[in-house]
């Protein structure tokens, strides 16, 4: 929205930090694993840690110049910028091989906090809100020209909602082809309805939603003045449908919940999942194998595995609860210090409704995200 010298230093940081890790990443298996995925076909990849259980580490130091050095597997480090530990403990659940996730990152990128981030939604859902203000932020903000210039955009305004819509076109396929191909092939795939608001403040709300690969963004029509300022618990329910090698997976009300606590020095966030609400899996899966599925698992009981999946995303299975994140971003008079953890239960047999062929892999949309990074720094700057 405006120039942040200390947030662009932060997000500077972190553009450069990504690069270096995935630049010393010695294979997508590492990258996927910092993230806390891991199947059983890739886990030999990893070293193991004293118990024997796979794991990965990485170490980070900036230097005065704002360069990262990056070690792998660095035992016990004292001094460093960026620390991530992920171990994967196999697990047994009724006969069924799983994972526990454990993931620990520290940074100490400064400029930045989850307070920010909600000053910023709040002066955005304003500007939009007011044709011309949103008009002069579009021509002079880096940020939205970029997206412009991939993408097709399009506002509308009905008595509820502003609407901002991106759609993903021929225009992105011929600048950034991976990212068509993955993130749109799998927004075509899929019906999105996301309904977000601040269990404190109702009418503070947002709605994101998608038709096909046109993602579209719904901001309230005059939005309170403190819209999203301070919000204690924000809850998200979606309604999600995928359609993809001949089956449909519908999940209605799945409900995430994080809470906030945002103080002076230190902000700190709470997320887990609540419910579900209905969840079915209709037709039949196609009995020709599709390209990229071979030597790929493929479970016989779709209906199985996805209630399986819900259960660890939920619920959990070895009495820690379902998918979690803890994260603390603090002030000190030394600088900042970040630390996130999450906890999360997976499968070790992998199945994914989008495929497993070269064109899903993550590293398709790098080049799509680093240009998008770069605009949001100009704004910044």
């Known amino acids: 929205m405006h120039q942040n010298i200390n947030q662009y230093q932060f997000w500077t940081g972190y553009d450069h930090l990504q690069k270096s890790i995935k630049s010393t990443a010695k294979n997508e298996v590492h990258l996927a694993a910092l993230a806390g995925s891991l199947s059983e076909d890739t886990e030999s990849q990893l070293l193991k840690n004293s118990d024997g259980y796979p794991m990965v580490t990485l170490t980070g130091r ?6 990262w050095s990056m070690r792998w ?7 460093y910028d960026y620390y991530a530990n992920v171990t994967f403990t196999p697990k047994s659940w009724d006969e069924k091989e799983i994972y526990s996730v454990e993931r620990r990152i520290i940074h100490k990128l400064n400029g930045f906090q989850p307070k920010d981030f909600f000053q910023w939604l709040n002066e955005f859902a304003i ?3 007011d044709h011309n203000a949103y008009q002069d932020l579009k021509s002079n903000s880096k940020n939205l ?3 412009c210039s991939v993408m097709y955009c399009h506002v ?3 008595a509820e909602w502003h609407t901002l819509e991106f759609t993903i076109n021929e225009t992105t396929k011929a600048k950034f082809p991976g990212f068509y191909q993955r993130s749109g092939s799998r927004l075509e795939k899929s019906k999105l309805n996301i309904t977000i608001w601040d269990k404190s403040n109702p009418s503070h709300r947002l709605k994101i939603s998608n038709n096909g690969k046109t993602l579209i963004f719904h901001f309230p029509v005059n939005p309170p003045k403190d ?22 997976l519908k999940i209605e009300n799945l409900e995430y919940r994080l809470k906030t606590i945002l103080e002076k020095d230190t902000d700190t966030l709470h997320g887990n999942f609540v419910r579900i609400g209905k969840k079915e899996i209709n037709g039949n899966f196609f009995y020709v194998i599709p390209q990229g599925f071979v030597n790929f698992f493929i479970p016989g009981n779709m209906d199985e595995y996805f209630e399986d999946f819900f259960t660890l995303l939920i619920h959990g299975t070895q009495g820690r609860g379902g998918s979690q994140i803890h994260a603390k971003f603090q002030k000190t008079k030394q600088g900042q210090v970040n630390t996130i953890s999450t906890y999360n239960e997976i499968k070790r047999k992998k199945f994914s409704l989008f495929g497993n062929d070269d064109s899903q892999k993550a590293s398709n949309d790098f080049d799509f995200f680093a240009a998008w990074e770069e605009a949001m720094l100009g704004d910044l700057k």
């Open 62 to 67: 900036k230097d005065q110049n704002q360069n």
């Open 73 to 79: 597997y660095e035992v016990e480090p004292k001094q």
């Open 127 to 129: 500007v939009v809100n």
């Open 145 to 147: 020209q970029f997206l």
């Open 156 to 158: 509308t305004e009905t």
């Open 227 to 248: 819209y999203f300022l301070s919000p204690k618990e924000i809850h998200f329910l979606g309604d999600i449908e995928i359609k993809s090698f001949g089956i449909t």
